[in-house]
């Protein structure tokens, strides 16, 4: 995951910039982990709702 984001992002231009796209990449890996972890719930809920005990 790092690589790819280095490859996308290289070190070069202005400073302000490599540190608007490390914000960006920062901001858009928490979204998906918080989209991942409510689907996880979602399905967790969904296999226990499902059970028969």
């Known amino acids: 995951m790092m690589s790819a984001i280095i ?19 920062l901001e858009n890996l928490s979204r998906q982990v918080q989209r991942l972890t ?3 719930t979602l399905m967790a809920r969904n296999l226990i709702a499902s059970r028969t005990f």
Not at 17 to 25: D, F, H, K, L, T
């Open 38 to 40: 409510g689907f996880e």
């Open 7 to 25: 490859t996308r992002y290289p070190a070069t231009g202005s400073l302000s910039r490599n540190i608007w796209a490390a914000e960006y990449v």
